[in-house]
């Protein structure tokens, strides 16, 4: 099973600041790598799929990039509803499983 | 616009069964694949099963396998999973969620349906 890690577990930035989240495969994953974001009490969000590829109203700010191993969420400008937790996961294994980080919580300072 | 509303969560004792649902409106139900993924209390989220837009395909997590069913009913527009011989750690929110290829990936999730196993 493929394992996913992200970094770090929690980031703690103002508003307007840039943000920038880790997420480590244990094997290559090649470009199979999707980002979701999720607020206290409500569902994900697809935010980024296939490493660097936006989802449907998405905004600029949040971009991604990465392959095999190595992946980055980058959030350019912290807006106040971005302060959420942020998932990345692979599906390079489907439909043998699928796996999700950890997560990495992004909150204010 | 996509929208996937979850029921049938509640208390459940250890061992017994418990079938959850997700209606689905805004988009052809029977043209995408769908998925279950929960969130035990305070944790993270674990794939749990996907099914094929006709139903003919069906994958689970190895952690449900034989405990739990992925069915559909496209007449009705509606995604369920029958979860059988729950465990302790089967508990937690279960999302449905669109996966319009089928290939692992959840562009529209439901808000969930809370399950809770305990004596």
């Known amino acids: 099973e493929i394992v996913l890690t992200q970094s770090p577990a929690t980031l703690s930035l103002s508003p307007g600041e840039r943000a920038t989240l880790s997420c480590r495969a244990s094997?290559?994953?090649?470009?199979?790598l999707a980002w979701y974001q999720q607020k206290p009490g409500q569902a994900p969000r697809l935010l980024i799929y296939?490493?660097?590829n936006r989802a449907t109203d998405i905004p600029a700010r949040f971009s991604g990039s990465g392959s095999g191993t190595d992946f980055t969420l980058t959030i350019s400008s912290l807006e106040p509803e971005d302060f959420a937790i942020y998932y990345c996961?692979?599906?390079?294994?489907?439909?043998?499983?699928?796996?999700f980080g950890g997560g990495t919580k992004v909150e204010i300072k | 616009q996509v929208q996937l509303v979850e029921s049938g969560g509640g208390v459940v004792q250890p061992g017994r069964s418990l079938r959850v649902s997700c209606a689905a409106s805004?988009?052809?139900?029977?043209?995408?694949?769908m998925q279950w993924v929960r969130q035990a209390p305070g944790k993270g989220l674990e794939w749990v099963a996907g099914?094929?837009?006709?139903?003919?395909?069906?994958y689970y997590a190895d952690s449900v396998k034989g405990r739990f069913t992925i069915s559909r009913d496209n007449s009705e527009k509606t995604l369920y999973l029958q979860m059988n011989s729950l465990r302790a750690e089967d508990m937690g929110v279960y999302y449905c969620?669109?996966?319009?290829?089928?290939?692992?990936?959840?562009?529209?999730w439901g808000q969930g349906t809370l399950v809770t196993v305990s004596s």
């Open positions: 969620a669109k996966d319009e290829y089928f290939y692992g990936l959840f562009d529209h």
């Open positions: 805004g988009f052809t139900f029977s043209s995408f694949g």
């Open positions: 099914i094929s837009k006709d139903g003919s395909k069906k």
């Open positions: 094997q290559s994953v090649g470009s199979y």
């Open positions: 296939d490493a660097s």
């Open positions: 996961q692979h599906r390079d294994s489907w439909p043998r499983g699928l796996t």
